[in-house]
């Protein structure tokens, strides 16, 4: 059976409409076909309606405003709209418990509304990060209990999601994708499909297992790396050397087809997918009698991150002839990663938390995070003005390094704060030039292996 027309024309349905399918579903509207975007949350269906982007990601405020009204991009919490779909895409959350079980609630929940208006000819394709064998064992099954039989009516694939906030636009059109069918024919659609719709690189392999290993692989592989950078700072900071420096002559080694790629350390590592991805991996070993030592002491070395943060913090200040007991704070971003407002598993906030519990009085400033959804999480309302927010302050701790955090101007900022003011770098990476003017205006200056 053949799972994808020869039009150019093809509908596509995208359920769920968060980060991940807004991204990927505003990409093909924009390459001309058409998009119903399904969600069950009807406040965001509503938004996106009148032209509302809650998601702060550069660019797609842009893209959907330019698309409002077009009949390319439609939303809806009906899932009518399946019935007139060619491809069916899935990009519903898929979170993990306290023991790394993935939960699916919500994926269950999808394929149960999507079985019944399966029709022959569809492809469906997850891309919702879960455990392998899960679309085989579990998806499968519950989008054949409506009747129609995966292979003779409908195709099914798993393509993983591996964008990376701040850049997801961009790299849609050019990343490679992923494919794995639950058979050949829909290995072979999903490639198509991928190949029509975005032009990019596909890799095929013959089972979806392969690829949902390939997701898990690749944010194990990241978290494990940021570990070791994190271990490689605490070992500089030791020594007395910048990290920066030694990562700098590391990754000049050339191994296999590449370089050692040493990324670099920060304050801790956050973010809806490498906080859970490797304990889903985990978890899933475990169950088959395999126990994967390097997740349980990469994610060790990063949940102790915020800590050791507000421990240099406290030694920087010490240093200067102050104490972090009743000394103000300034923490200069608050999202988990640079240049996004995404609060989702920051570091950020066990870091205030330890600052708070020190003693510190902390304000919060952070231009691209939402300060009703900070002040939920934190419990402080983030001051919307810079110059407020550093008034006073005995430590400016820069903990998302937004591109703004680095052209802060430092002397300006001076006659607002508690000189000698600590500039605590978490993730700013600022340069030596900057460094040496720090000290030049009277601030004093510490970072993460610096």
């Given at each position: ?21 807004s ?7 924009e ?58 895409i ?15 609630e ?13 029709r ?22 519950l ?30 059109r050019k ?37 949902e290993?390939?997701k ?29 420096d ?10 296999g087809?590449s ?7 920060s ?7 490498l ?8 978890r ?5 009698g ?5 997740i ?5 070395v ?10 240099m913090i406290a030694?920087?200040?010490?240093k ?48 691209l ?11 402080l ?29 430092f002397?300006?900022?001076g ?19 900057t460094?040496g ?14």
């Amino acid at each position: 059976m053949r799972f994808l027309r020869d039009s150019p024309d093809l509908t596509v349905a995208v359920i769920g409409f968060g980060y991940v399918g807004s991204c990927l579903g505003v990409t093909l509207a924009e390459q001309g076909m058409t998009v119903i975007g399904i969600d069950s949350d009807r406040e965001l269906i509503g938004e996106l309606e009148r032209g509302h982007c809650r998601t702060a990601e550069p660019g797609l405020a842009e893209a959907l405003t330019a698309l409002r009204d077009s009949p390319r991009l439609s939303f809806t919490t009906d899932y009518t709209g399946v019935d007139a779909a060619d491809v069916v895409i899935i990009t519903v959350g898929t979170p993990v418990d306290a023991e790394g079980a993935m939960r699916t609630e919500a994926l269950e929940s999808v394929c149960r509304q999507l079985a019944p208006r399966l029709r022959t000819g569809q492809l469906v394709i997850l891309k919702s990060t879960v455990a392998p064998g899960h679309t085989r064992k579990a998806v499968l099954p519950l989008l054949e209990a409506g009747g129609a039989r995966h292979g003779t009516d409908f195709g099914l694939a798993f393509c993983p999601e591996r964008l990376s906030e701040g850049g997801a636009l961009a790299q849609i059109r050019k990343l490679p994708i992923i494919v794995g069918g639950c058979d050949e024919e829909s290995t072979k659609a999903s490639s198509e499909f991928w190949h029509r719709a975005l032009g990019v690189p596909v890799l095929e392999y013959a089972a979806a297992e392969v690829a949902e290993i390939v997701k898990l692989a690749d944010n194990w592989w990241i978290d494990h790396n940021i570990a070791m950078a994190s271990d490689l700072a605490r070992m500089c900071d030791a020594f007395g050397v910048d990290v920066l420096d030694v990562i700098d002559g590391a990754n000049s080694l050339a191994k296999g087809d590449s370089y050692v790629n040493i990324l670099r350390p920060s304050v801790g590592v956050g973010g809806s997918c490498l906080t859970k991805d490797p304990w889903m991996a985990w978890r899933a070993a475990r169950d088959r009698g395999a126990r994967l030592e390097t997740i349980e002491t990469a994610r060790k070395v990063n949940e102790s991150m915020p800590a050791y943060a507000c421990e240099m913090i406290a030694d920087g200040l010490a240093k200067a002839g102050k104490s972090l007991d009743g000394a103000v704070v300034s923490v200069l971003g608050i999202a988990f990663k640079n240049n996004t407002g995404d609060l989702r598993a920051t570091p950020v906030l066990p870091a205030v938390a330890a600052l708070r519990a020190a003693g510190a009085k902390v304000t919060l400033f952070d231009p691209l995070a939402d300060p009703d959804e900070a002040e939920k999480m934190f419990g402080l309302r983030p001051v919307p003005v810079l110059e407020e927010a550093v008034r006073d302050a005995d430590c400016l701790a820069v903990l998302a390094g937004h591109d703004p955090f680095q052209r802060l101007d430092f002397a300006a900022l001076g006659k607002r704060v508690s000189m000698p003011c600590l500039v605590f770098d978490g993730r700013a990476y600022y340069s030596r030039q900057t460094i040496g003017e720090l000290y030049e205006i009277g601030y004093t200056y510490r970072g993460i292996g610096r």
